[in-house]
């Protein structure tokens, strides 16, 4: 299986933009795989946290 290579953005004013195939484990052990693009959470005010759910247009981000 090749391996595919990850490509990560810092989006200004927004989430982390990352493209590629991704497994997150949370501390309970339960894993989930994620392929293609996937917005990361960065000013802390998600609900779906790690994800990005759209919080920072409220809250805003500083640079």
Same mark, same amino acid.
């Given at each position: 299986? &090749?391996? %595919?290579?990850?490509? *990560?953005?810092?989006?200004?004013? /927004?989430?982390?933009?990352? !493209? ?11 894993? &989930?795989? %994620?392929?293609?693009? *996937?917005?990361?959470?960065?000013? /802390?005010?998600?609900?779906? !946290? ?14």
């Amino acid at each position: 299986m &090749e391996k %595919k290579k990850a490509e *990560i953005t810092i989006t200004k004013g /927004g989430p982390i933009h990352a !493209k590629g195939l991704f497994t997150f484990r949370d501390s309970s052990g339960h894993e &989930e795989t %994620k392929e293609h693009d *996937i917005y990361l959470c960065r000013c /802390g005010g998600s609900s779906n !946290k790690p994800f990005c759910d759209g919080t920072h247009r409220k809250i805003g981000i500083k640079e």
